[in-house]
């Protein structure tokens, strides 16, 4: 698990901070003082997060980003899965959940608030030294295919993938183990209804499931955009592939369903041509509609906050779901 905890305040500020959190509003960014630096200085506490993997590079950024604008606001952000975040929400652990999926009925049940912030994708993935390779890359890979490796467990080995039967190599599918959105959303995406549906050998976090394909020529996994992607050089995380989702099922990979850069993907994923399923939003929770520090903080997320989703491998929201957002909160 990773975990990034800013300073921590002094005794004077977490008493001051105790004091906000219990139901004082979130100031007007207009009417608060400004430092010798420009920074605002009024807003002040910890906010602890913890969640979806997947969300976790971005909200490193949000969090660093935040405190440089309100130098008294820190943060305990960490991963743990989307699984992980929704506990901790509902037990009050934690003050945000990041949650890589839909929000379900009995978690809204229990006093589950949640928002749309951005947009990302999951892709398949496989090894560079995967023996099909070169065939994956012309035909791509079809939902049925998909759905007969992970779903019904059909298909099981690379040559019934290709279509040459002379191929026996045997396909090693790897799931994630822990609860995770991504999970949630390759299953559907594959013809399943939940995690659950998914065969495969478990893979604790986002990580290790990347990590365990890239060593295994006869593995086959999936990854978030933003963890299989070099965002600083825009290339695949080397070792690895994405089998083009042959999405109009004309048996070949087309050019716009080849993605090798991450700008590629990412506009795929903006302009809809990449399936949703497996594209999905990511969501922030709260038990209950955030108030005082917390409210400022996602309010900023949605507003000043998106023009640093780009440069992290996220697709911003548009105008009108961003909108959307946050008439929520009011």
């Not at 893979?203 to 006869?218: A, H, M, R």
């Not at 992607?229 to 099922?249: A, Q, R």
């Amino acid at each position: 698990m990773q975990k990034r905890t800013l300073p921590w305040l002094s005794a004077f500020l977490v008493l001051a901070v105790t004091l906000s959190a219990c139901g004082t509003a979130a100031p007007d960014e207009s009417t608060v003082p400004q430092n010798e630096a420009g920074a605002s200085s009024e807003l002040s506490g910890t906010i602890s997060v913890s969640g979806a993997f997947a969300l976790y590079p971005m909200m490193t950024v949000w969090a660093e980003e935040f405190s440089n604008i309100h130098p008294d606001v820190f943060f305990d952000v960490q991963g743990g899965g989307a699984g992980k975040g929704m506990t901790d929400t509902i037990a009050g652990a934690v003050d945000i959940g990041m949650i890589s999926r839909t929000i379900k009925d009995e978690e809204t049940a229990q006093g589950i608030f949640w928002v749309s912030v951005t947009k990302d994708a999951v892709f398949p993935i496989v090894s560079t030294e995967n023996p099909v390779a070169a065939q994956i890359l012309e035909k791509g890979i079809s939902q049925e295919i998909f759905n007969k490796i992970y779903i019904t467990g059909e298909i099981t080995t690379w040559g019934q993938v290709v279509g040459d039967p002379a191929i026996t190599d045997e396909i090693h599918v790897f799931t994630r183990s822990d609860a995770a959105g991504a999970a949630e959303q390759w299953a559907k995406f594959a013809g399943g209804a939940a995690q659950e549906d998914l065969k495969g050998i478990g893979v604790n976090g986002e990580p290790s499931i990347l990590d365990t394909v890239i060593k295994d020529p006869l593995g086959i996994g999936y990854g978030n955009l933003n963890s299989i992607f070099d965002l600083s050089g825009g290339n695949l995380v080397p070792g690895i592939i994405i089998p083009p989702i042959d999405i109009d099922k004309n048996g070949k990979a087309d050019e716009i369903e080849i993605y090798t850069v991450k700008e590629d993907a990412f506009g795929a994923v903006a302009n809809g041509t990449y399936p949703s399923p497996p594209a999905r939003f990511e969501n922030l929770a709260t038990l209950g509609k955030p108030e005082g520090l917390t409210l400022a903080f996602i309010e900023w997320i949605l507003t000043d906050g998106q023009q640093y989703l780009e440069s992290a491998g996220y697709v911003p929201l548009t105008p009108e779901q961003q909108a959307e957002s946050l008439s929520k909160l009011k």
